[in-house]
T-cell receptor, first 111, second 112 residues
Framework: QKEVEQDPGPLSVPEGAIVSLNCTYSNSAFQYFMWYRQYSRKGPELLMYTYSSGNKEDGRFTAQVDKSSKYISLFIRDSQPSDSATYLCAGATFGNEKLTFGTGTRLTIIP | DADVTQTPRNRITKTGKRIMLECSQTKGHDRMYWYRQDPGLGLRLIYYSFDVKDINKGEISDGYSVSRQAQAKFSLSLESAIPNQTALYFC???????????FGEGSRLTVL
């Protein structure tokens, strides 16, 4: 079993819709979580970072962590065509700093 | 100019050839990493280095070696390339305990 599981998609939604991207993890030692966005032919870039259960909001993006169920989510409100990318979730432990990535979900926003 | 630069961006080679992928960074970060990305498998860590004298194996280091020539330079070598090393390779840096990785734009390697 992979430590971080993520539905690879692809996921297509109309512009303006709310997008929900999800990951589960099995390593109870994970203490912080990240979401990276990767555009085609580019390297991943950090989108959201959170280390506690609950929600963290940044503009149209909300990261949610539920450590009791080992579930992490990224919500995108008012989705735009520019949000079309692959989204990668990742977990890590403090003192280790080696991220374990999910496989990524490919998202397309249809104008 | 990119903060993390990888060369070459694309390379096609034959089985058994030695290949080197190079990475240089201007971010001033101590920590550097090499990942490979494969469809359905995501990003997997090959090697990482927390400073010039520190080299560590990641989860898939077999068949690879690295050299940290300077704080800003980290090279990945495939001594004898094989077809299942065909992948997209990423170099990344980090400042330290924040865990935020800064990636290069990737090197696409095809081994025939």
């Amino acid at each position: 079993q992979k430590e971080v599981e993520q539905d690879p998609g692809p996921l297509s939604v109309p512009e303006g819709a709310i997008v929900s991207l999800n990951c589960t993890y099995s390593n109870s030692a994970f203490q912080y979580f990240m979401w990276y966005r990767q555009y085609s032919r580019k390297g991943p870039e950090l989108l959201m970072y959170t280390y506690s259960s609950g929600n963290k909001e940044d503009g149209r993006f909300t990261a949610q962590v539920d450590k009791s169920s080992k579930y992490i989510s990224l919500f995108i409100r008012d989705s735009q065509p520019s949000d079309s990318a692959t989204y990668l979730c990742a977990g890590a432990t403090f003192g280790n700093e080696k991220l374990t990535f999910g496989t990524g979900t490919r998202l397309t926003i249809i104008p | 100019d990119a903060d993390v630069t990888q060369t070459p961006r694309n390379r096609i080679t034959k089985t058994g050839k030695r290949i080197m992928l190079e990475c240089s960074q201007t971010k001033g970060h101590d920590r550097m990493y090499w990942y490979r990305q494969d469809p359905g498998l995501g990003l997997r860590l090959i090697y990482y280095s927390f400073d010039v004298k520190d080299i560590n194996k990641g989860e898939i280091s077999d068949g690879y070696s690295v050299s940290r020539q300077a704080q800003a330079k980290f090279s990945l070598s495939l001594e004898s390339a094989i077809p299942n090393q065909t992948a997209l390779y990423f170099c990344a840096t980090s400042r330290g305990r924040t865990g935020e990785l800064f990636f290069g734009e990737g090197s696409r390697l095809t081994v025939l």
